[in-house]
Nanobody, 123 residues
């Protein structure tokens, strides 16, 4: 009952910027946590940034000072502003939502992932 759509990836030269967005849609849910992860070819998926419903933010060490996560709670949307991009930022970026499904019996948490968007940074 929850759909997640992300957008904003592309090809950019080193030093450039991109802005990713990810929106959750559906009904009878609320969002506990939003986050961005990335996976480079041959590497494990790693945390880029996350923000909780209460506003607590975490960044991966490699992106601190360059990337900024933000949210629009009213629209169930999370953004990732990426500045000063480096070739090592090249990866598929995935958004992640942890949501509470407001069932008639008992609220329950579920995890949803976006489809991924490719970010390629050329030198």
């Amino acid at each position: 009952q929850v759909q997640v759509v992300e957008d904003g990836g592309g090809l950019v030269q080193a030093g450039g910027s991109l802005r990713l967005s990810c929106a959750a849609s559906g009904s009878s849910f609320s969002i506990d946590n939003m986050g961005w992860y990335r996976q480079a070819q041959g590497k494990q998926r790693e945390l880029v940034a996350s923000v909780s419903s209460g506003g607590s933010i975490n960044y991966g060490d490699s992106v601190k000072g360059r990337f900024t996560i933000s949210r629009d709670n009213a629209k169930n949307t999370v953004f990732l502003q990426m500045n000063a991009l480096r070739p090592e930022d090249t990866a598929v970026y995935y958004c992640r939502f942890v949501v509470v499904l407001l069932t008639p019996i008992l609220p329950r948490s579920s995890e949803y992932w976006g489809q991924g968007t490719q970010v390629t940074v050329s030198s």
